[in-house]
């Protein structure tokens, strides 16, 4: 058990390092000697544990993905409409806040184009927003005109490029109001007119949740 833990920890202190230097130097600049170097082992430790650079990156992603995926179904009662707005509102803000999250978001992007595990994340994440709306649609807040797969599929869209114009623009400080402002604009294309009002108010108590400066989006209405 002793043994076993030290392994954990030789673990952790690997991928703490690799997390640090892959979100402040980029990972193609990031060698795994720079990683050796900054965990404060030696490369048979590293090599023990991760065979590659692409291995640690992986398990990086994976560990990412668990914390937005866990966050995003968070377990509640309340309509399908609601969690999915909340859950993308918790995994914006971990995309900003917690430091796994965010380089495995970076990872994402950046091995994409060589290594099949982003398609199979972004699989993962499509299949879980189309789900909530659908489940939405049955419980009749969506118009039923509208197709879940499309209404997804823009939720993750907007969501992705979200994080790659605040990471480029302003350094992930607006992400979730620009994230307010997307919901505020899709919402009265995809929602039943009896129930617009409902959700409209319910984005602006998130929005001030999230962001305590905000006020309202533009079209939130008043009672």
């Given amino acids: 058990m002793v043994r076993q833990a030290r392994s954990e920890a030789t673990r952790r202190r690997i991928i703490a390092a690799a997390v640090e230097l892959f979100n ?8 795994l000697g720079d990683i050796i170097d ?20 992986m398990a990086i992603i994976e560990e990412g993905t668990v914390k937005l995926l866990g966050a995003f179904d968070r377990d ?10 909340h859950g993308s509102f918790l995994v914006a803000d971990l995309l900003s806040t917690d430091d796994v999250a965010r380089c495995g978001g970076h990872l994402l992007r950046v091995i994409g184009d060589f290594n099949s595990i982003a398609a199979t994340v972004y699989t993962g994440w ?31 869209c907007a969501m992705l490029g979200l994080e790659v114009l605040t990471t ?14 997307v919901w505020g604009l899709l919402l009265p294309t995809i929602v039943a007119e009896e129930s617009l009002p409902y959700f409209q108010e319910y984005l602006a108590r998130e929005s001030m949740r999230h962001v305590p400066d905000s006020t309202s989006t533009d079209s939130t209405s008043t009672d």
């Fill in 24 to 31: 402040d130097a980029g990972y193609p600049a990031t060698g």
């Fill in 168 to 181: 480029a623009i302003d350094s992930r400080d607006g992400v979730l109001e620009r994230l307010a402002r």
């Fill in 126 to 156: 499509l299949e879980a927003f189309v789900a909530r709306v659908v489940e939405a649609a049955e419980e009749g807040d969506l118009r039923p005109d509208v197709d879940p797969q499309a209404i997804g599929e823009t939720v993750m």
């Fill in 76 to 85: 509640s009662s309340a309509p399908a409409l609601e969690r999915l707005i």
């Fill in 38 to 57: 900054r965990a404060r082992m030696t490369k048979g430790a590293l090599y023990y544990h991760f065979d590659s650079k692409e291995a640690l990156a």
